[in-house]
């Protein structure tokens, strides 16, 4: 082959080298190192041709347009070099199965190589000695580097992080200083964090790497948390224990796995700590678990009597445990009736205990009784064999049974107590000894059957599906329940009584 002849597959071999990573961009990374590889193999052997070693090339010095092509031939020979370098380099790092942050590294090397293509054109392409270009760009660096020294902190903190990977796009985390939130974006520089607020964090990588750092999504999203509650020093330790864990147990955001705990964890004479331990799914559901948990042990310790601890007050007066009238005006049931017409029911009411386990109805039964829970959690769960599952649990103030009493309608939901529970019983022959006592309760009950439609979709034991009746239906089975049980003759209701 001629010189001539070499000098121009030279140029088209570049050409083509420039052309054909366009169109290879979906190829296998092995595919492009393989061509780049050939390519620079070819083009090798084409300058060798044409202008004798790169390392000391030989360009014609009698005509100026043909050394200075030979010299474009050159410098394209170096920036093919280059690029096949880095396609080793990055093939390499694949197949050591590196992770993905090592394309940090992989793309800090293209960049020395890069630099180091420049100095190699500068010095064996353009025969311009690079001592004194190293020497000047020594200075400079040392100036930059002390003007960018923060930046370049940022930087190389990055890198760090890159290689590291404590944290990812998407992880939750908490940072020494009072940042806490979702990472959202992870570059060179710096890490963007969303907070709660609503607001995105700029945290500079030279502070991520330095600060503490608490990753709240490793290993998993699953996470602990902790809540003191701090109860009165009179209180019997075995009791508020009880009455803590049934506050748990009502619980339904708090994940199973693993199971809440409750510790004595300090004692002072104006009060004993216990720490609540919980897990939950994620942290987006940390505040709505928490408010939830805390309402109801504020709701378990208010029924069971147990007060508060008060800084320096040792000693403190129980807390009035709420008796069968007071129920029967927070529920939801009757509080609508007059008061009279409460304390009369409450005479009615029967008080029942079950232990752990115990069911206090069962799916697909017949309905006879409704109850008022004083304390301890029901669980409500649907006991299909297809798909069974937890519908929803109750604690104390919550009434179940009263749609399925009414409207005879079995069943749709089995109650469990999780606790040892005491509950208030009232049956259909209690409604009617009331009734048998004051015949004009049929009037205040009918005032029950205008919210019919809300309480049959808050009961969850008497619902058969998730559609409700009409409030018009509801209303004429509430009439036909009064109509039949005001018709006992009222020595009949006396007898029963006794």
Same mark, same amino acid.
């Given at each position: 082959?001629?010189?001539?002849?070499?000098?121009?597959?030279?140029?088209?071999?570049?050409?083509?080298?420039?052309?054909?990573?366009?169109?290879?961009?979906?190829?296998?990374?092995?595919?492009?190192?393989?061509?780049?590889?050939?390519?620079?193999? &070819?083009?090798?052997?084409?300058?060798?041709?044409?202008?004798?070693?790169?390392?000391?090339?030989?360009?014609?010095?009698?005509?100026?347009?043909?050394?200075?092509?030979?010299?474009?031939?050159?410098?394209?020979?170096?920036?093919?070099?280059?690029?096949?370098?880095?396609?080793?380099?990055?093939?390499?790092?694949?197949?050591?199965?590196?992770?993905?942050?090592?394309?940090? @590294?992989?793309?800090?090397?293209?960049?020395?190589?890069?630099? %180091?293509?420049?100095?190699?054109?500068?010095?064996?392409?353009?025969?311009?000695?690079?001592?004194?270009?190293?020497?000047?760009?020594?200075?400079?660096?040392?100036?930059?580097?002390?003007?960018?020294?923060?930046?370049?902190?940022?930087?190389?903190?990055?890198?760090?992080?890159?290689?590291?990977?404590?944290?990812?796009?998407?992880?939750?985390?908490?940072?020494?200083?009072?940042?806490?939130?979702?990472?959202?974006?992870?570059?060179?520089?710096?890490?963007?964090?969303?907070?709660?607020?609503?607001?995105?964090?700029?945290?500079?990588?030279?502070?991520?790497?330095?600060?503490?750092? @608490?990753?709240?999504?490793?290993?998993?999203?699953?996470?602990?948390?902790?809540?003191?509650?701090?109860?009165?020093?009179?209180?019997?330790?075995?009791?508020? $224990?009880?009455?803590?864990?049934?506050?748990?147990?009502?619980? $339904?955001?708090?994940?199973?796995?693993?199971?809440?705990? @409750?510790?004595?964890?300090?004692?002072?004479?104006?009060?004993?700590?216990?720490?609540?331990?919980?897990?939950?799914?994620?942290?987006?559901?940390?505040?709505?678990?928490?408010?939830?948990?805390?309402?109801?042990?504020?709701?378990?310790?208010?029924?069971?009597?147990?007060?508060?601890?008060?800084?320096?007050?040792?000693?403190?007066?129980?807390?009035?445990?709420?008796?069968?009238?007071?129920?029967? =005006?927070?529920?939801?049931?009757?509080?609508?009736?007059?008061?009279?017409?409460?304390? %009369?029911?409450?005479?009615?009411?029967?008080? @029942?205990?079950?232990?752990?386990?115990?069911?206090?109805?069962?799916?697909?039964?017949?309905?006879?009784? %409704?109850?008022?829970?004083?304390?301890?959690?029901?669980?409500?769960?649907?006991?299909?064999?297809?798909?069974?599952?937890?519908?929803?649990?109750?604690?104390?103030?919550?009434?179940?049974?009263?749609?399925?009493?009414?409207?005879?309608?079995?069943?749709?939901?089995?109650?469990?107590?999780?606790?040892?529970?005491?509950?208030?019983? %009232?049956?259909?022959?209690?409604?009617?000894?009331?009734?048998?006592?004051?015949?004009?309760?049929?009037?205040?009950?009918?005032?029950?059957?205008?919210?019919?439609?809300?309480?049959?979709?808050?009961?969850?034991? &008497?619902?058969?599906?998730?559609?409700?009746?009409?409030?018009?239906?509801?209303?004429?089975?509430?009439?036909?329940?009064?109509?039949?049980?005001?018709?006992?003759?009222?020595?009949?209701? =006396?007898?029963?009584?006794?």
């Amino acid at each position: 082959m001629t010189k001539e002849a070499a000098q121009i597959s030279a140029t088209l071999l570049l050409f083509a080298a420039m052309i054909v990573p366009l169109m290879t961009r979906g190829w296998p990374l092995w595919a492009r190192a393989a061509w780049q590889l050939a390519a620079f193999i &070819a083009l090798t052997y084409l300058v060798l041709r044409t202008v004798g070693s790169p390392f000391g090339p030989e360009f014609d010095t009698v005509q100026p347009g043909a050394r200075i092509w030979q010299q474009l031939i050159g410098v394209g020979w170096w920036l093919i070099a280059a690029q096949c370098a880095i396609g080793i380099v990055r093939l390499f790092v694949v197949f050591e199965a590196k992770p993905r942050e090592t394309r940090i @590294v992989s793309d800090l090397m293209a960049g020395i190589i890069h630099l %180091l293509t420049l100095f190699a054109v500068i010095n064996f392409v353009f025969a311009v000695p690079v001592g004194g270009l190293l020497a000047t760009s020594g200075v400079i660096a040392i100036v930059l580097g002390l003007a960018l020294q923060s930046s370049l902190s940022d930087v190389f903190s990055g890198i760090a992080v890159g290689i590291e990977r404590p944290y990812s796009p998407g992880d939750l985390v908490w940072v020494e200083g009072g940042i806490e939130g979702q990472v959202i974006q992870v570059n060179w520089r710096s890490t963007h964090i969303a907070t709660p607020n609503g607001d995105v964090a700029i945290v500079p990588n030279s502070v991520m790497a330095k600060a503490r750092l @608490v990753n709240h999504s490793m290993p998993t999203n699953i996470r602990r948390v902790s809540i003191t509650v701090k109860l009165a020093a009179n209180e019997l330790p075995d009791r508020c $224990m009880a009455v803590l864990n049934a506050a748990v147990k009502t619980c $339904m955001l708090l994940s199973a796995t693993p199971p809440p705990s @409750v510790a004595r964890t300090d004692l002072q004479g104006d009060g004993v700590a216990y720490d609540i331990s919980f897990s939950i799914p994620s942290i987006e559901v940390l505040v709505a678990a928490r408010t939830e948990l805390l309402g109801h042990v504020q709701s378990h310790l208010r029924h069971a009597g147990i007060a508060l601890a008060v800084p320096g007050v040792p000693i403190q007066a129980r807390l009035e445990v709420p008796s069968a009238a007071t129920l029967l =005006q927070e529920s939801d049931w009757f509080g609508v009736l007059a008061e009279s017409d409460r304390i %009369l029911l409450a005479e009615h009411l029967v008080e @029942v205990w079950f232990a752990a386990g115990d069911k206090l109805m069962k799916q697909g039964d017949d309905p006879k009784v %409704l109850f008022i829970l004083a304390s301890g959690t029901v669980e409500i769960s649907n006991d299909t064999p297809e798909w069974p599952e937890v519908i929803f649990r109750l604690g104390p103030g919550s009434s179940l049974g009263a749609i399925g009493m009414i409207t005879g309608t079995p069943y749709a939901a089995t109650a469990t107590a999780l606790t040892p529970v005491t509950a208030y019983s %009232l049956d259909k022959q209690g409604v009617g000894d009331a009734i048998a006592v004051r015949p004009d309760l049929v009037k205040s009950f009918e005032v029950l059957a205008r919210r019919g439609q809300e309480m049959n979709r808050r009961d969850v034991v &008497a619902r058969q599906s998730d559609d409700a009746e009409a409030p018009e239906m509801f209303l004429s089975k509430l009439r036909s329940f009064l109509r039949k049980i005001s018709e006992t003759p009222r020595s009949e209701g =006396q007898r029963r009584r006794r």
